[in-house]
């Protein structure tokens, strides 16, 4: 079994940042990418951010500039630090791994952290 544990979201005012982390534990042999999703009421679920094992990442155009995407291997953690937050990011943020058991890669999800940017 694997789980994906999301923290660190919240209320903030627009401006403001957050850092969101996301730890991967279970039977792991490798992840491949890691990312966040982020779903808002009545609208899809559009990636954020993406980092593969080699360190490449990949951002939505909205978030260019002011999120930025890291993992920790070591922890099997990735990390999304969120500035210059605007209303419109508010979202439910989804951690999003595929992640290597040994004989097959499959992509994992995790709950959900809800991120609220308002005044």
């Known amino acids: 079994q694997v789980q994906l544990v999301e923290s660190g979201g919240g209320l903030v005012q627009p401006g403001g940042s957050l850092r969101l982390s996301c730890a991967a534990s279970?039977?792991?042999?490798?992840?491949?990418?890691m990312g966040w999703y982020r779903q808002a009421p009545g609208k899809q679920r559009e990636l954020v951010a993406r980092?593969?094992?080699?360190?490449?990442?990949n951002y939505a155009d909205s978030v260019k500039g002011r999120f930025t995407i890291s993992r920790d291997n070591a922890k099997n953690t990735v990390y999304l630090q969120m500035n210059s937050l605007k209303p419109e990011d508010t979202a439910v943020y989804l951690c999003?791994?595929?992640?290597?058991?040994?004989?097959?890669?499959?992509?994992?999800w995790g709950q959900g952290t809800q991120v609220t940017v308002s005044s």
């Open positions: 279970g039977s792991i042999f490798s992840i491949n990418f």
């Open positions: 980092v593969t094992n080699d360190g490449s990442t």
């Open positions: 999003n791994c595929n992640i290597n058991r040994g004989f097959l890669a499959a992509d994992y």
